[in-house]
């Protein structure tokens, strides 16, 4: 039976629940359009601070070091904690639990436009709730503490604080001794000289050989100056360079990115699927469904990126392709990799995609959509982000089944 608290109540849950060393921490809400929400989780010392950057848990670093505490999207919530009570290091005395709104200050958001707020408390293996604690009266705030599980005496509890904030995610990592790095613009160079007049001669005839699309929405169709399209081979290429990322913590982190290529169809028939690494799903070029991926290059080493081949001569079997990438490992530092998606066909100049816009907090990016128009293809440049597979597949209306998978 479900244990419905208010703000300022304390639970002893090693009494509560004796024998229990693993919970679910879930927090829910309902937002407005165009309202993005995070949970966080800071694991804080005998002073209240943390005790290092990388015991606050959140979008950017969702595993703690020895992994006792890990963030992820909820079944049932927004967002979910799983703790493995009895892991979590000594220095640790308390983890406090917040909700903070995105960019709340930019764009003027606050948890009035937000509803239905809650954190409980679940088992690990029944996922059966076990503490309900309701978030009300909320007005002007973008942030809150929601509540916190503290060690008493060897003993776990759980202490409704309910506390809102303003100033957003950066205030509460100041507010928990999290250091927030910002990265000084260094002075710009001085111009050059200016260069000497001199006559222009006239400009010659453009050469069509490389087409860019820049802005979202923006299309271009294949033509068609021989009887079949033949084969269209899209090709995602990004920065084999790894940088050191100082990040909003200030972390000097040097992984690699395992970045993906991959894509959604539908035929004309209505049939859909997926082709990508993730399951092994790599298809066949000259039978079903018409679309082969070449491999996948898991540390950016191969010099021509992931290629997908598209089968133009049997155009009429497909109605639409979503080309995307998304990151298999690692925080989704989308800025660093300089992700590029470019699309040729032997008639037709090549098609370029930047993916110039960025969303650190998601791992996925639907890149450009190739649908069919009669005999030929048109194909529209998206670069959108989403937190997975199945939110993507949902906005663009594919509406598979989805389930978790492995390389």
Request: proline share 5%; hydrophobic share 35%.
């Amino acid at each position: 039976m479900t244990m419905t608290i208010v703000k300022g109540q304390k639970v002893d849950i090693t009494k509560q629940f004796p024998g229990l060393s693993k919970v679910i921490v879930g927090l829910g809400w309902r937002a407005g359009n165009g309202i993005e929400l995070d949970a966080s989780a800071f694991q804080l010392g005998a002073s209240g601070k943390v005790n290092r950057e990388e015991d606050f848990i959140f979008y950017g670093n969702p595993r703690s070091v020895n992994g006792a505490v890990s963030l992820r999207d909820g079944s049932g919530d927004n967002q979910q904690f799983e703790l493995d009570l009895a892991a979590i290091t000594s220095d640790v005395e308390k983890i406090a639990f917040t909700i903070t709104i995105y960019d709340a200050i930019t764009r003027g958001q606050t948890f009035r436009q937000v509803s239905d707020l809650y954190l409980r408390i679940m088992h690990p293996v029944t996922f059966v709730e076990m503490i309900r604690f309701p978030l009300v009266d909320f007005t002007t705030e973008n942030s809150i503490v929601t509540g916190e599980l503290y060690r008493y005496k060897g003993e776990w509890k759980f202490n409704a604080i309910g506390s809102g904030f303003n100033g957003g995610l950066a205030a509460l990592c100041g507010n928990f001794g999290v250091e927030v790095a910002q990265e000084q613009p260094s002075s710009p160079p001085p111009p050059p000289p200016a260069p000497p007049k001199v006559e222009q001669p006239p400009e010659p005839p453009i050469n069509l050989s490389k087409v860019e699309l820049t802005k979202k929405g923006e299309t271009i169709s294949l033509r068609k100056s021989s009887g079949a399209l033949g084969q269209i081979s899209v090709n995602l290429n990004w920065n084999r360079k790894v940088k050191k990322s100082i990040g909003f913590l200030g972390f000097d982190k040097s992984s690699g990115i395992d970045l993906d290529l991959g894509c959604l169809y539908e035929l004309s028939d209505g049939y859909k699927g997926c082709i990508q690494a993730l399951g092994r799903k790599f298809g066949q070029y000259t039978d079903f469904p018409f679309i082969e991926l070449d491999g996948d290059d898991r540390t950016g080493a191969r010099t021509d990126g992931e290629n997908l081949r598209i089968n133009g001569n049997q155009v009429r079997e497909f109605s639409r392709v979503l080309i995307f990438a998304y990151i298999y490992d690692g925080v989704a530092k989308w800025a660093e990799t300089d992700g590029v998606v470019t699309i040729k066909q032997a008639d037709n100049p090549e098609i370029v995609v930047r993916m110039d816009v960025h969303d650190p907090r998601k791992i996925m990016c639907a890149i450009a959509m190739i649908e069919r128009k009669d005999d030929t293809f048109q194909i529209k440049r998206l670069v959108e982000y989403f937190n997975g597979h199945e939110q993507m597949d949902r906005h663009y209306g594919w509406n598979m089944r989805w389930a978790a998978g492995s390389k």
